[in-house]
């Protein structure tokens, strides 16, 4: 064995590590998104939507969530969207439903559904 081989291999085990990361970024964007449009589904039901304005309020939710790491974003548009249409909806609430969503988000995802 060469130092050709040794390369080859470490090359080769690097590749695999990127992959991984790569393949495991993309599981927490896509569970990310599910949990947000579920979030936003819920919200929904606060605002009285329902059917195809409740999904594409939905929408609206998962895109807010591109605009800047972790859940900020998505917290300040519901809280906006809430205070909005005077729905009396705490912090503590939204808070709690961007925790609970997530288990069920990834058990979706892992599911297919």
């Known amino acids: 064995m060469g130092e050709d081989t040794d390369m080859t291999t470490f090359d080769d085990r690097e590749d695999r590590f990127e ?3 790569v393949h495991n970024a993309e599981i927490r964007f896509k569970v990310r998104a599910r949990r947000d449009k579920l979030i936003g589904l819920w919200a929904a039901g606060k605002l009285g939507l329902d059917g195809t304005e409740a999904e594409d309020y939905a929408a609206t939710v998962v895109l807010a969530d591109i605009e800047e790491p972790g859940d900020e974003d998505v ?3 519901l809280r ?3 205070d909005g249409a005077r729905k009396p909806v705490s912090d503590e609430e939204i808070r ?3 925790a609970d969503l997530l288990p ?3 058990a979706q995802f892992r599911a297919g559904t």
Do not use: S, T, V
């Open 19 to 21: 992959n991984e990361f």
């Open 75 to 77: 917290f300040r548009k």
């Open 80 to 82: 906006a969207d809430l």
């Open 96 to 98: 709690g439903q961007l």
């Open 104 to 106: 069920i988000a990834k």
